[in-house]
């Protein structure tokens, strides 16, 4: 273990290049948290952040599962709003998804930040490493699929507020997909591999995974 | 020779709870599949519902924002804000439902690691009466919001340009931080005593995860 887990006192942290340090999450130019089991240079500004606890981060709880919520529920409520629009003729609901997508789209980066942070604290083990580095290149991708659906959007709405085209619908199915694909590795991270648990880095700590 | 306490002889006769026949013959997380679906559903409860509160928040303060808006050139109109408060609501009443009702599948398979104090000092058991309570409660409460919306929408604010009340939107923000502490509750009961955790609930059986998990 290059990066062995010491317990959280003993603990220093130091912002680093994650790749350099790691196979896994090795996302260029991404600053991650990362920590250093023994550390002979005192650097009382890092001393600033807070230690890290018994989930293995600086921060009582994940937070990137949180700001999740925001692309997930915006990302699909759109796509079903622009879908009930467009069967039920009912173009108001377009505004609606306008609006939702816009959410998604500004969510997303937010969820990156502390996804990519939380990743580097993560330290996956077995098949992990593997799914959190798919999970990582989705994440990025869906940031700009967001970004292209809701400039393409703001043009549909700026000329015809109230029709759609099926094109648009179209790339919406995609969009879920591609989330649904990223829920489900996200999920696979938490409930299988048990990342950022308390029995989990309690047992990498211990040296026993 | 039957007594008021069963003997052991007798408790092997007695038939397990259905609870317990199912939850022998699911995977180590405890369930009959692989990842638990509540949580997921919890992505759409909290997402709709802070960002419908949000977009009528922006609704009533629309006169404030209007300048912003128009210096981004976003053509945005308060109606069109309203309905995003009002369908997003909708739509969150609607799945928060299945939201709970997942939720009490799960916590009745729940088996949290036996000896575990959260980190604001509660047990297992403490914190699962409280999530489960605080959820159905927190489904009446954004069902009597939809109602109230509803009410604001097409009757009481029908023909004003600020779609809601204060109070309403002051009940919003206060559930807000409702939803903050209950959904802290239910991340507890994930990641500190392992429920359906495949690795976590592993681990507390003694396996290695080097070949378990691999």
């Known amino acids: 273990m290059p990066l062995g887990l010491s317990p959280p006192d003993q603990q220093s942290l130091i912002l680093g290049r994650a790749c350099v340090a790691k196979d896994h999450n090795c996302m260029p130019g991404a600053f991650l948290f990362l920590k250093v089991e023994a550390n002979p240079v005192p650097r009382p500004m890092f001393e600033l952040l807070p230690p890290l606890n018994d989930h293995n981060l600086p921060w009582m709880d994940t937070i990137h599962p949180i700001v999740v919520h925001f692309v997930i529920a915006m990302a699909v409520i759109t796509v079903l709003f622009d879908l009930i629009g467009s069967l039920a003729r009912r173009p108001g609901l377009f505004e609606v998804s306008f609006w939702n997508l816009l959410v998604a789209t500004a969510a997303i980066f937010v969820a990156i930040i502390f996804g990519q942070v939380e990743a580097g604290l993560a330290e996956p083990y077995g098949a992990a490493s593997e799914i959190l580095n798919l999970h990582s290149t989705i994440g990025w991708s869906l940031a700009g699929v967001l970004a292209v659906l809701t400039a393409w959007r703001y043009v549909i709405r700026s000329k015809d507020p109230t029709r759609l085209p099926v094109a648009f619908l179209g790339a919406g199915g995609l969009l879920v997909v591609l989330v649904a694909v990223q829920v489900t590795l996200g999920n696979q991270l938490i409930w299988t591999y048990g990342l950022h648990t308390v029995p989990v880095v309690e047992a990498i700590r211990a040296g026993l995974v | ?214």
């Open chain 2, 1 to 214: 020779m039957v007594t008021g306490t069963p003997s052991p002889h007798l408790a092997l006769l007695l038939a397990e709870s259905p609870i317990e026949q199912l939850a022998r013959s699911y995977g180590p997380n405890g369930l009959p599949y692989a990842l638990p679906i509540h949580p997921n559903l919890v992505h759409f409860t909290i997402g709709l519902f802070v960002i419908a509160i949000t977009f009528d928040l922006a609704g009533a303060l629309f006169p404030l924002e209007k300048r912003i808006f128009r210096f981004l050139q976003l053509p945005v109109t308060r109606a069109g804000l309203h309905d995003v408060g009002w369908f997003n609501l909708l739509a969150c009443a609607a799945i928060t439902f299945f939201t709970v009702a997942a939720g009490f599948y799960e916590m009745l398979l729940a088996r949290p690691i036996s000896g575990v104090r959260s980190s604001i000092g509660l047990g297992s058991a403490t914190t699962m009466l409280w999530h489960g309570v605080g959820g159905v409660a927190i489904l009446l409460v954004i069902v009597a919001m939809t109602v109230w919306r509803g009410y604001q929408r097409f009757s009481w604010r029908r023909d004003l340009g600020r779609q809601v009340q204060w109070s309403y939107l002051l009940t919003g923000l206060v559930l807000f931080g409702v939803i903050g502490l209950h959904g802290t509750l239910g991340a507890e009961l994930a990641a500190e005593f392992g429920v359906h955790i495949t690795a976590d609930q592993l681990l507390a059986a003694g396996a290695n995860l080097r070949e378990a998990l691999p």
